[in-house]
């Protein structure tokens, strides 16, 4: 028993997906997340990719095993497998093109009729520094997150503004439900 306060025995592993229109920056938020890399030429690979990255909190290890559509969202065809077991979702739209973030109710529709509602939701307006073409303003952003009971951010995978941030407070959300047993 004593053990397990100092780290040992549980595991936690947290399925992230992240959705959104194609080209508002999905791969290269991951890519940030998990690597602190950015992509200027990335390709939409087909197909699906995850990777698993090691967070800290409370003095545990949770592992963020974060899924990326890699192009399928291109096709409206984001599978039920992609969805299967999420516990936190990022919806993501792109701050300089409005049609972007018309999508995101249509993304949250699809999340829901494949998930429990109890899933960590977090809204991101990515690409926050093209703030000379941007489209879609802060408040709007944050009215829909109000709207839709979720979580809201402005993130720059470019320049890394926010990126981790947006990760670890739906990695703590999750982490929260979780201890409550909501999820
Ligand atoms: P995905 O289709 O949603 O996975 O989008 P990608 O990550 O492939 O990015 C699409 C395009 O947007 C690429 O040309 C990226 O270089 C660019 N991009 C991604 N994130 C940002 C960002 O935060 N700022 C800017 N200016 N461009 C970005
Ligand atoms: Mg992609």
Redesign the pocket.
């Known amino acids: 028993m004593e053990e397990e306060g100092r780290g040992g025995g549980e595991e936690y592993l947290f399925k992230i997906v992240v959705i ?10 991951l890519s940030r997340f998990a690597r602190d890399e ?3 030429n ?1 390709k ?1 690979t087909i197909g699906v990719e995850f990777q698993t990255q090691v967070v800290e909190l409370d003095g545990k290890e949770i592992k963020a095993q974060v899924w ?1 559509t890699a192009g399928q969202e291109r096709f409206r065809a984001v599978t039920s497998a992609y969805y299967r077991g999420a516990v936190g979702a990022l919806i ?1 739209y792109d701050i300089s093109r409005k049609i972007t973030f018309e999508s995101v109710k249509r993304w949250l529709e699809e999340l829901n009729t494949h998930c429990d509602t109890t899933v960590a939701k977090m809204l991101v307006g ?2 926050c ?2 703030e000379n073409i941007r489209e879609v303003s802060v408040d709007e952003g944050k009215a829909l997150a109000e709207e839709e009971g979720l979580f809201f951010i402005e ?4 320049d890394s503004t926010n990126v981790k941030k947006a990760f670890e407070i739906v990695i703590r959300e999750i982490y929260d439900k979780v201890s409550r047993r909501i999820l």
């Open positions: 959104g229109d194609s080209a508002v920056g999905k791969s290269n938020l950015f992509d200027h990335s939409a990326d993501v990515n690409k520094d093209l993130t720059s995978a470019l």
